[in-house]
């Protein structure tokens, strides 16, 4: 059974800085690829971005590509989203999942992710 475990989040002004981590259970963390999407209020969960198993690529949406930064730690089983110059429209529910196979890329439909955290909330204010 794979747990994944958010922390992190919390009150932050405009244009601070926060950073998420996600903690993985299971010996297989370094085979998947990790996303991180997030559900503000009265919106749908969008994709924030993603990484692949080894680090090597990663993959943002729009509306944070510049900001915010997804790294991991295969040898500590976590992977972390900086988020930089945050804006009032960031507040929301962050989630990190997992995707359902094994050394498969970073996808932005949720339809890939078969694991998920409990949330952690940002709340970012003007």
């Known amino acids: 059974q794979v747990q994944l475990v958010e922390s992190g989040g919390g009150l932050v002004q405009a244009g601070g800085s926060l950073r998420l981590s996600c903690a993985a259970s299971?010996?297989?963390?370094?085979?998947?690829?990790m996303g991180w999407f997030r559900r503000a209020p009265g919106k749908e969960r969008e994709f924030v971005g993603g990484?692949?198993?080894?680090?090597?690529?990663?993959l943002y949406a729009d509306s944070v590509k510049g900001r915010f930064t997804i790294s991991r730690d295969n040898a500590k089983n976590t992977v972390y989203l900086q988020m930089n110059s945050l804006k009032p429209e960031d507040t929301a529910v962050y989630y990190c999942?997992?995707?359902?196979?094994?050394?498969?890329?970073?996808?932005?439909?949720?339809?890939?992710?078969?694991?998920w955290g409990q949330g952690t909330q940002v709340t970012v204010s003007s």
């Open positions: 990484i692949s198993s080894s680090g090597g690529f990663t």
């Open positions: 299971g010996r297989t963390f370094n085979n998947y690829a």
């Open positions: 999942a997992r995707r359902s196979a094994p050394i498969s890329g970073v996808v932005a439909s949720s339809n890939g992710y078969g694991y």
